[in-house]
């Protein structure tokens, strides 16, 4: 698990713990549609499409901003069980969205990935989560960023 300041500091003064990591630790079972040992997927309370899943990793990370390349294959792997989710709601890869709020634009300070498939509630609803948008980062480019950073590494380490 990863502690980072600010988490720590949520934790020792702030009066309520971060409710995705309250979810993760199984104390409330609602709308859960998958988990494993590292990620848990579950529908989002206030959906802003058709199908609106978020996924989370077990351990709290607590946004898009502290990503770091060791999380890389634990983003895969949340982006796999995300296409698995849409593939198995019946909807198509190509017009469905996955991404994350980018603080302080997010409303949980725990990283969490929206599978976002099919029509949206709204206009507005779907302006909240497009790409490109100072507000919200697309996996894929989160990925891709991520990879060059690694690449960087390895050529900096002679890898």
Same mark, same amino acid.
């Given at each position: 698990?990863?502690?980072?300041?600010?988490?720590?500091?949520?934790?020792?003064?702030?009066?309520?713990?971060? @409710?995705?990591? @309250?979810?993760?630790?199984?104390?409330?079972?609602?709308?859960?549609?998958?988990? =494993?040992? =590292?990620?848990?997927?579950?529908?989002?309370?206030?959906?802003?499409?058709?199908?609106?899943?978020?996924?989370?990793?077990?351990?709290?990370?607590?946004? @898009?901003?502290?990503?770091?390349?060791? =999380?890389?294959?634990? *983003?895969?792997?949340?982006?796999?069980?995300?296409?698995?989710? *849409?593939?198995?709601?019946?909807?198509?890869?190509?017009?469905?969205?996955?991404?994350?709020?980018?603080?302080?634009?997010?409303? @949980?300070?725990?990283?969490?990935?929206?599978?976002?498939?099919?029509?949206?509630?709204?206009?507005?609803?779907?302006?909240?989560?497009?790409?490109?948008?100072?507000?919200?980062?697309?996996?894929?480019?989160?990925?891709? =960023?991520?990879?060059?950073?690694?690449?960087?590494?390895?050529?900096?380490?002679?890898?």
């Amino acid at each position: 698990m990863r502690i980072t300041l600010r988490s720590l500091l949520s934790k020792l003064f702030w009066w309520r713990p971060c @409710v995705f990591c @309250v979810i993760a630790r199984g104390t409330t079972a609602d709308q859960i549609v998958y988990q =494993d040992e =590292d990620i848990l997927a579950f529908y989002d309370i206030k959906p802003a499409a058709e199908t609106h899943i978020l996924i989370i990793p077990k351990d709290h990370i607590v946004s @898009v901003k502290t990503i770091r390349v060791s =999380d890389y294959d634990l *983003l895969l792997r949340m982006q796999s069980k995300a296409h698995d989710l *849409l593939q198995k709601h019946g909807h198509d890869l190509t017009s469905s969205r996955l991404g994350f709020h980018i603080p302080p634009y997010n409303t @949980v300070d725990h990283l969490h990935l929206h599978v976002l498939g099919g029509e949206f509630e709204s206009p507005y609803r779907s302006t909240k989560y497009e790409i490109g948008k100072k507000w919200y980062k697309d996996l894929g480019h989160l990925l891709s =960023d991520l990879e060059c950073e690694r690449s960087k590494q390895s050529t900096f380490f002679g890898l």
